[in-house]
């Protein structure tokens, strides 16, 4: 396909990488290290994508740091615990390919680059009691990064999600979460914290934001400091506009730059990492059941992942992997009242499995083991309003002590106030259950008979309804302090507290169809686009719809990009 306008302005270069996040970038560095030339575009004013974002975390089965700490793994357990999640959907020749290359990618990755990672050893499969799951040892995720080490360009990494800092401050994961739930606890802690926090108020001062990176930021900082180093251009406010074909191969995109439209001829071709469409709202129509209008549905991705990359495939005939069971990776947000008047979303991973909180609908009862993994929790909302009038969403309740014991959404732990958030109706409460549920619009009925039954077996640390506290997942996310049951204690001292959830996503799962080496497939042809290529969520996820684990969207991203870096240089396996 030709421009069609006159373009004055070109640019070279054997690779063009579209998109900066974790695939983009996997698939720039990977190709740079095999001897191309390498161009990156990004449409924000800011790099780093919706990895910047996130958690942070990759599902990597068999990983080499599980394997140094002794971990029993193997790719054969792995594909029967993906053949058993992905059920119809199961795409052997991806998989296969993931399995293959993902370690591989993660040794590459650290003996090349700036990219460190850390084993989350107790982070379990979210079902682990499948099939060829694992308790724990194929997530891991980007060491902290001194943020510093990008000089000037830390001012363009995407900052990380507001509603997830401590007053703008990043808190890693696993052992450095829990010196915060502990802080008034553990003199330990109490100091851990303290040192965290003279530093960030330093960083402030000194340079305007946080300059420890952890989670995903730290893996968009460590990807970025590892482009940099090796030279590869990033052009930023530079989104692609159209590919262009000589007969079927694509070789490079008009790109939209400041100064006017740019042709950028890439001989080896075009990677498309734009993020999927968790912000096109007419897709989100089609796809999504609970959100018949599109505007149904709050996600906390970056506002310009609106399927850029989909659309440009599709002109030239690539088809979406719409018929999975799952259109994205759905978590329970929560919306937090800003200062300026607009609306934050705060992903709810962890404090669903804390023991002493429950979730109900707007009928006053249960209707999920609240552990479980977001997608689940979701998807069983989704099932449990279907005869319900209005919104799909559902209230966290929980009592005083355990509101001030671990937060809830956005309300943090003690010592922290939370009177401004009962004051901006984030948090809701009442000195009864049937006070609160008055606030909430719930049955206040079926919540104190719901309250009642739930509690006369969680004296005993059971939940025999939904058996919260069950799994390896629910026990890493719950209080090992609590006995018998890390998640199960009962709600009983007022006040009672209650946040309302709603669905949102932490990504597209419906992106472009794709090979073992990620390039697009011709959906007339089912043959692959010559020179075009997919990773991250633009390129269907090989999951089949569903969640196994903690990473599953960046693991496969990074390994699909290091394929697609490999297969464009050229490089046999």
Partial sequence: MNA????????????????????????????KLHGLDVLIVEKEPVYGGTTARSGGWLWIPANPLAAREGIQDSKEAARTY????????????????????????????????????????????????????LAGGRSICA????????????????????????????????????????????????????????????DLLTHGRAMRLTN????????????????????????????LREGEAVTGAIIGCKDGPVR????????????????????????????????EHWSPTPEGNTGDGIRLASALGATTADELPNAAAWVPVSRVPRKDGSIGTFPHFIDRAKPGVIAVTRAGTRFVNEGNCYHDFCQALVKASKNLPGEICAWLICDHPTLRRYGLGHVKPFPVPLSHQIRNGYLKRGATLAELAQACGIDAAALQRTVA???????????PQFGKGSTAYNRYLGDPTVKPNPC??????????????????????????????????????????????????????????????????????????????????????
């Fill in 453 to 463: 039954d739930y509690n006369s077996h969680a004296r005993k640390g059971e939940d």
């Fill in 82 to 133: 993906l053949q058993h999640e992905a059920g119809n959907h199961f795409d052997a020749a991806r998989v296969d390919a993931f399995l293959e290359n993902g370690p591989k990618m993660v040794d590459f990755f650290q003996n090349k680059t700036a990219v460190q990672f850390v084993l989350g050893a107790q982070f379990s499969d979210y079902h682990p009691y499948q099939p060829g799951g």
């Fill in 264 to 295: 950028v001829n890439a001989k080896r071709g075009v990677v498309l990492a734009t993020g999927g469409f968790p912000h096109d709202i007419a897709r989100r129509a089609r796809l999504y059941p609970h959100a018949p209008s599109g505007r």
């Fill in 216 to 243: 995903g930021n730290a893996l968009a900082g460590r990807l970025a400091k590892s482009a940099f180093d090796l030279g590869i251009p990033l052009w930023l406010e530079a989104p692609a506009q159209e590919l």
């Fill in 4 to 31: 069609s306008s006159p373009i004055t302005k070109t640019h070279d270069c054997d690779l063009l990488v579209i998109g900066s996040g974790a695939g983009g970038m996997a698939a720039a560095i990977t190709a």
């Fill in 488 to 573: 199960i204690a009962p709600v009983e001292t007022g006040p009672f507290y209650a946040v309302q959830v709603v669905i949102g996503d932490l990504g597209s799962f419906a992106g472009l169809k794709t090979d073992a080496q990620a390039r697009v497939l011709d959906g007339r042809t089912g043959q692959p686009v010559p020179g075009l290529y997919a990773a991250g969520n633009d390129m269907a996820s090989i999951m089949g719809g569903n969640y196994p684990g903690g990473g599953i969207t960046l693991g496969p991203a990074m390994t699909f990009g290091y394929i697609a870096g490999r297969h464009a240089a050229g490089v046999a396996d």
């Fill in 143 to 202: 060491e902290p990064f001194d943020g510093r080490a990008l000089g000037d360009r830390i001012k363009t990494l995407r900052p990380p999600l507001a509603e997830i800092t401590f007053v703008g401050m990043m808190i890693g994961s696993g052992k450095e979460l829990l010196h915060f739930f502990n802080v008034t606890r553990s003199v330990v802690s109490a100091a851990y914290v303290a040192k965290l926090l003279v530093k960030y108020g330093r």
